[in-house]
């Protein structure tokens, strides 16, 4: 298992249009991973379960990964979320 914390950094959160894209980039790897945020834990592949977290800017949240590629997963959605989800390029 392996895990890690990271600062969700772009403005509105995990809306649905930057939870799609980390979905997206969960489902590129075989572990199990989830997103907690204080005491709930949800499937990151899951839309719904991501989206009912509430997740808004400037949150903590932690993400666990569980697999052959735990640690390549994690570092890549830490990478994803630190990006902000590339929305201030817009």
């Given at each position: 298992m392996f895990v890690k914390d990271v600062m969700v950094?772009?403005?509105?959160g995990l809306?649905?249009?930057p939870?799609?894209?980390?979905?997206q980039k969960a489902?590129?790897?075989k572990s199990s991973i989830w997103i907690?945020?204080?005491e709930r834990r949800v499937n990151a592949k899951s839309l719904l379960g991501i989206l009912s977290l509430g997740i808004v800017g400037g949150t903590a949240i932690?993400?666990?990964?569980?697999g052959v590629d735990e640690q390549?997963?994690?570092e890549?959605?830490?990478e994803l979320v630190e990006s902000g989800f590339s929305e201030e390029a817009r």
């Open positions: 950094q772009n403005q509105v809306h649905a249009r939870a799609t894209f980390f979905i489902n590129e790897y907690e945020k204080e932690r993400i666990i990964a569980d390549a997963a994690v890549g959605l830490v």
